[in-house]
């Protein structure tokens, strides 16, 4: 079974990703960072998560703002605090420590073959990659939710993970690692809609509850700011592909990060133009970096994603 470390920004999707982590992987530790919501908002997100599902995991707090950038939320998508909809639980513990780089970094050094699972903009990752350059080589893979082969949802071409913090996740493209990408192009083949909710809900019990009032929210806010009842369920995707790799099929390719265009900032640029110089090499020569997820299937995704949550939810909590 994987070990997997998930930094996250919760965000239903993100919380969604947690549970199935935890269900089919060895979670072994949550690190959280400013994303869709503040970071002391997400950081509380995720701790719920794990209260709600029973995940018994120590959540560590990360940055709070991007490398560069000014920091930079989804209030329209996700509410305020992330997690706008359902009536919450008070809190009964709080995160383990504030510094998740640091935990990220010894953790990474006291185990090697560790799945790391980003599913929030990559300052967390960027920062003990540039702290600890042995740590790409120590990790199974990293298996990110970010960018796009074709559209974005923040900007015309721009993933908001990638938008919140572009120069973090081009040191983390650059940085040698094993690197699996769950892009919207991917992530959109996962449907959200009214469907999912209904079946989310049927699960009963508090967690499935609290997520699909979450998925009802996301809906009712896409809804309003894109006319469209419908999205993706990204960040499940990133743990799929560790978890169950067979449901998502990669292809290595060039992926660069635009830091600089005028419209285009944050925009991953895919290499899909057909040749390449070598096994390890794109068309103009430079090494592929990135294996690019590009097709889901999606009646298996989501026949795992609801045993997880099924499995999970708690009637007494
Ligand atoms: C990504 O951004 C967030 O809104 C989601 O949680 C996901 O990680 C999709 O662009
Ligand atoms: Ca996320």
């Known amino acids: 079974m994987a070990r997997i470390l998930v930094d996250c920004d919760p965000g239903h999707d993100d919380a969604v990703a947690l549970v199935t982590a935890a269900h089919y992987g060895e979670?072994?530790?949550?690190?959280?960072?400013?994303?869709?919501?503040?970071?002391?908002?997400?950081?509380?997100?995720?701790?719920?998560?794990?209260?709600?599902?029973?995940?018994?995991?120590?959540?560590?707090?990360?940055a709070d703002r991007p490398l560069v950038a000014p920091p930079r939320h989804a209030p329209e998508i996700h509410g305020v605090s992330g997690f706008a909809g359902p009536s919450l639980?008070?809190?009964?513990?709080?995160?383990?420590?504030?510094?998740?780089?640091?935990?990220?970094?010894?953790?990474?050094?006291?185990?090697?073959?560790?799945?790391?699972?980003?599913?929030?903009?990559?300052?967390?990752?960027?920062?003990?990659?540039?702290?600890?350059?042995?740590?790409?080589r120590r990790l199974a893979g990293v298996s990110f939710m970010g960018g796009s082969a074709t559209i974005g949802n923040h900007t015309p071409v721009a993933e908001f993970n990638v938008l919140v913090d572009p120069e973090a996740a081009a040191v983390v493209l650059a940085s040698g690692a094993h690197?699996?990408?769950?892009?919207?192009?991917?992530?959109?083949q996962f449907v959200i809609d009214d469907g999912l909710v209904a079946?989310?809900?049927?699960?009963?019990?508090?967690?499935?509850?609290?997520i699909s009032e979450l998925v009802?929210?996301?809906?009712?806010?896409?809804?309003?700011?894109?006319?469209?009842?419908?999205?993706?369920?990204?960040?499940?995707?990133?743990?799929?592909?560790?978890?169950?790799?067979?449901v998502i099929r990669h292809r290595l390719r060039r992926v660069d990060v635009e830091l600089t265009g005028t419209f285009t900032r944050g925009m991953t640029v895919v290499d899909r133009r057909p040749g390449r110089v070598s096994d390890t090499e794109g068309a103009d020569g430079q090494p592929l970096n990135v294996h690019h997820g590009h097709t889901l299937d999606h009646?298996?995704?989501r026949r795992l994603v609801l045993d997880a949550i099924a499995a999970r939810s708690r009637a007494d909590r």
């Open 27 to 62: 979670l072994v530790g949550i690190t959280t960072v400013g994303g869709n919501a503040p970071l002391a908002d997400v950081t509380s997100n995720a701790l719920l998560t794990c209260q709600l599902f029973d995940i018994q995991v120590d959540v560590h707090a990360g």
């Open 89 to 136: 639980p008070a809190l009964e513990r709080g995160p383990a420590s504030s510094d998740g780089v640091d935990y990220l970094i010894d953790t990474i050094r006291s185990e090697e073959g560790l799945w790391l699972v980003p599913i929030g903009p990559l300052t967390n990752v960027a920062l003990a990659f540039r702290q600890a350059p042995d740590l790409p």
């Open 179 to 188: 690197i699996q990408m769950a892009g919207l192009d991917l992530t959109h």
């Open 199 to 210: 079946d989310i809900a049927t699960i009963g019990g508090t967690g499935a509850t609290v």
């Open 216 to 246: 009802v929210s996301y809906l009712d806010q896409v809804e309003q700011v894109r006319g469209l009842r419908k999205g993706g369920l990204h960040d499940p995707c990133a743990v799929l592909a560790v978890t169950h790799p067979e």
């Open 299 to 301: 009646e298996t995704a």
